[in-house]
């Protein structure tokens, strides 16, 4: 039992948690129940869930406010959670990953749907296979420890962000387009929108900080990595 993930579902229609908990019961997880934010609060405070399934209309915070807060701790901060909601157009989509979501499903939704996104943000929140050091103008990543700097400033970057990084700089200079990335990064892009990599891409640069110039957007085509960005990428010579 310790080896099925634990799912939060944060949902006040019972009839809608109890089908989404009984679908995930039957398919190796275990599924947890808050109806509100001050009850997902107190579960999460008893324990931390594998991932969250997340309303984002909810009696009392909206489930906006939770991911945003959560973000932001440092003890749930990558906890992979997946926003549930009426509100399906783009503008909303777009809150809802800025927000710190790593995925967005608009209600009605297929179980069968739900579970394949699920399995598809765990298997992108699973630690990274351990590789050589890559170093590129200044930029380093190590994937066997995790860790990330800049000109040896470390630098604080989410799972998914760090894996976008990975690749980017395992191909650097290559074009990628949209629809590459989600296939080479997220894996199932089938049930990813392509909006998706421009939201992480902008997180992305924001963690850089300097060196997020690095991450060039290239006008009808994609993203790429590059030593020489358009924008220089400038060391901080305050000694000067």
Partial sequence: MRNMPAVLIVEDESAIAELIAVNLRHNGFRPRWAMDSDSAQREIDAGLPDLILLDWM???????????????????????????????????????????????????????????????????????????????AGLSLDPATHRVSFQEQALKLGPTEFKLLHYLMGHAERVHSRAQLLDKVWGDHVYIEERTVDVHVKRLREALAQAGAMVETVRGAGYRLTAKPAVAVVADKASA
Avoid: H, Q
């Avoid at 406010?65 to 990558?78: E, F, G, V, Y």
């Fill in 58 to 136: 909810l009696p009392g915070e909206s489930g906006l406010t939770l991911a945003k807060r959560w973000r932001t701790d440092p003890r749930t901060k990558d906890i992979p959670i997946i926003m549930l909601t009426a509100r399906g157009d783009e503008a909303d989509r777009v809150a809802g990953l800025d927000a710190g979501a790593d995925d967005y499903i608009a209600k009605p939704f297929s179980t069968k749907e739900l579970l394949a996104r699920v399995r598809a943000v765990l298997r992108r929140r699973a630690p990274e296979d351990a590789g050589e050091l890559i170093a590129i």
